[in-house]
């Protein structure tokens, strides 16, 4: 699907912050895993969450949907596997139900779209052959057999914690307590602590010893439960973003405190100069002059994509670090935004996992062709917030994608003052 994005006046409304994708998996998971009826309240029904609701009726649970819930009935025992699990494009189905897969006492096989099989899934290849266990991964889908066994496991920290949390939702349910010990440095800690903080909602419970030191005891149950997800705030981002640069945005649905680590895009825009706070309507943006800064993505990969956008639009100098993680996503996100941004004037470049953006607003411009989404729903989005922020015209190719994480990302940002043309 090709649209062309452009602002029809001045950005100004009121958007509100879709559910928190990261957090509804988790629940859902849990859910499952819970003997009994619980009920998920505030969901976007996007593919990646579509894909874990899928996978948890296939594997061990009875999943209805209406409006913006869902009702999981967790059997309190595995199905028998008929097929192959379709994870889609999302890493964190796949990487949460590869050690479930292990507790079924069956072959399960894995298969997914896009670059998802093409993901490195070296951490659970090594613990799975240290336990000698089946683990067969290629092009078109991932085998796994065997149980996993409770005990030592040691996992390196800076790798996607969604393989952490993957062993925190398995390893409660074995018999014997469980320690993972989390090489230095460890990253993307917030979403580890957001996989135990929604365990605990459901009755599991884990602690950390020391910094990197896990403890997970045996022999637990989860308890089914009503929970209600909170506002992403990274999907949030993008909306952020547009409104530090162009004032007259006012963010609903975000919850504070919270333990989203992509919650850090507040304080990274405070500290480009943004100009905003919290009032009973939400957070409202106003619009102020914006300066580089350096930016750290060890814990808020995600936020990589728009901050790149962001950059453009600071004066002087804006480094992102730690940023490795972007290379193997749903597209190499350092490379799409490069190129994308490239074709409207943006002056970046990159080196490993450090990507440095000169401010250059005022060079940016609407380029010869068309954009492409690089089949990459962040990658979309802050393109678009792009389009917004520099009052240019840019037609978009693949905006399709946006489907894996908010389906209604177009239409929310209509009353902003974006006018969407799909043009096929």
Not at 341 to 360: D, F, N, Y
Not at 382 to 404: F, M, N, Q, W
Request: aromatic share 6%.
């Amino acid at each position: 699907m090709q649209i062309t994005i452009q602002p029809d006046r001045n950005i100004d409304g009121i958007i509100m912050a879709p559910p928190s994708k990261s957090m509804a998996h988790r629940a859902v998971l849990c859910a499952a895993l819970a003997k009994g009826t619980s009920h998920i309240r505030n969901l976007e029904f996007s593919k990646d969450i579509a894909a874990t609701l899928a996978a948890a009726g296939q594997l061990c649970a009875r999943v209805t949907t209406g409006g913006n819930d869902a009702i999981v009935e967790g059997l309190g025992r595995f199905l028998p596997v008929e097929a192959p699990v379709d994870c889609c494009e999302s890493g964190s189905t796949l990487r949460f139900l590869i050690p479930l897969a292990s507790l079924t006492g069956q072959e399960v096989t894995f298969v997914g779209r896009g670059r998802l099989m093409e993901r490195p899934q070296s951490v659970y290849e090594a613990l799975y052959r240290e336990q000698g266990l089946r683990f067969v991964q290629s092009p078109s889908g991932l085998t796994v057999e065997g149980a996993l066994s409770s005990g030592d496991y040691t996992l390196a920290g800076n790798v996607s914690s969604q393989f952490i949390s993957g062993l925190l939702f398995a390893l409660p349910l074995l018999g014997g307590t469980s320690t993972l010990h989390l090489l230095r440095p460890v990253e993307s800690r917030s979403y580890i602590d957001m996989t135990r903080s929604v365990q605990a909602a459901f009755g599991v419970t884990s602690r950390w010893v020391d910094e990197t030191t896990l403890e997970i005891p045996g022999g637990q149950a989860y308890r089914p439960c009503d929970y209600t997800v909170e506002g992403d705030y990274s999907q949030a981002a993008f909306p952020a973003v547009l409104g530090a640069v162009t004032g007259g945005v006012t963010l609903t649905g975000l919850a504070e405190p919270t333990l989203q680590g992509d919650a850090a895009i507040l304080d990274i825009l405070r500290r480009c100069g943004a100009d905003f706070s919290r009032t009973e309507q939400g957070i409202v943006f106003r619009k102020a002059p914006l300066h580089g800064t350096d930016i750290d993505l060890a814990d808020c990969p995600d936020l990589g994509p728009v901050l790149m956008v962001l950059g453009l639009f600071c004066e002087g100098q804006t480094v992102i670090r730690n940023a490795e993680r972007l290379r193997i996503k749903e597209s190499d996100r350092i490379e799409a935004m490069e190129t994308e941004l490239r074709k409207c004037g943006g002056v970046l470049s990159s080196a490993g996992g450090t990507i440095t953006i000169e401010g250059c607003a005022g060079a940016l411009h609407a380029p010869d062709g068309v954009l492409s989404g690089h089949n990459d729903h962040r990658v979309v989005m802050s393109l678009s917030v792009l389009a917004l922020a520099a009052g240019l015209r840019l037609p978009i190719d693949g905006a399709e994608a946006i489907t894996k994480s908010w389906p209604n990302f177009f239409t929310a940002i209509k009353p902003l003052g974006a006018e969407v043309e799909d043009v096929g």
